[in-house]
């Protein structure tokens, strides 16, 4: 729907094979296909289409499972604690100029059990992207708020992805000290971690424990919930 979003609230909210999309293109800035704020939720097999801000996964514990998800700048975005299990990533064409970020997390308090986990999943350019790739700079995420945290998780990059990985929050040096942006086990073209940024925040995970921590059993205690949806998923690495 142009310049709306479907919102979801409430508790245990699940949906399957629908597509959330909005239209209003990446002329028309933010534009979000879905907010949720639904506790519990499931997506499964769902896509969500947009450019900026396509997928605002607002608050509470969210999972999505072999999902679509596309966009241009900050299309995953949020404050939820929420994990993305085989999902896939298309990074579509933005305006001339501008850059690519897939997440922008939210974190307010280094108190909130909040996050994005990106686990299992592949990132790469959508077919609009793909012949002009080489043009255009696509970054992991960057810091919304104070203590953004941010992993993936035995994830695919395609080379579209910066060698830094990660990119400032308007070419400050906001939140570079107590963000927490994590990468564990990627592989692809994009994932090594030589050049990536310096950040005292930033994090090669080399322990299974650390990893395991963002994980469906851990992060977001999927293993007392999600039986119940019938939505397959994996609890751990």
């Not at 959330?20 to 939720?41: C, H, I, K, M």
């Not at 080399?206 to 990893?211: E, G, L, M, R």
């Not at 994980?215 to 919930?225: C, L, P, Y």
Request: glycine share 10%; hydrophobic share 40%; aromatic share 16%.
């Amino acid at each position: 729907m142009l310049g709306e979003a479907t919102w979801v609230d409430g508790i245990a909210f699940i949906a399957r094979g629908i597509t959330f999309r909005n239209t209003a293109g990446p002329q028309n800035s933010q534009a979000v296909a879905l907010r949720s704020a639904s506790d519990l939720s499931v997506f499964y097999s769902c896509g969500f289409e947009g450019y900026q801000d396509t997928l605002f996964v607002l608050a509470q514990r969210q999972f999505y499972k072999s999902c679509y998800i596309y966009g241009t700048i900050d299309f995953i975005f949020g404050n939820a604690a929420v994990i993305f299990q085989n999902c896939f990533i298309l990074v579509r064409k933005p305006l001339w100029g501008q850059v690519n970020v897939i997440t922008a997390q939210g974190r307010v308090d280094p108190f909130q059990n909040t996050g994005i986990s990106i686990h299992n999943s592949l990132v790469s350019p959508a077919p609009d992207l793909l012949p002009v790739a080489h043009l255009y700079n696509t970054y992991l995420g960057r810091p919304w708020m104070q203590y953004s945290r941010t992993v993936y998780l035995k994830t695919y990059f395609d080379g579209i992805v910066n060698s830094a990985g990660w990119l400032p929050w308007e070419n400050t040096n906001f939140a570079f000290d107590t963000l927490y942006y994590g990468e564990y086990m990627n592989f692809g073209p994009g994932s090594s971690t030589q050049y990536r940024v310096k950040w005292r925040g930033y994090h090669v995970i080399t322990s299974t424990k650390t990893a395991s921590q963002f994980t469906v059993a851990s992060f977001i205690a999927g293993g007392a919930w999600l039986p119940a949806t019938g939505v397959p998923f994996t609890a751990g690495l």
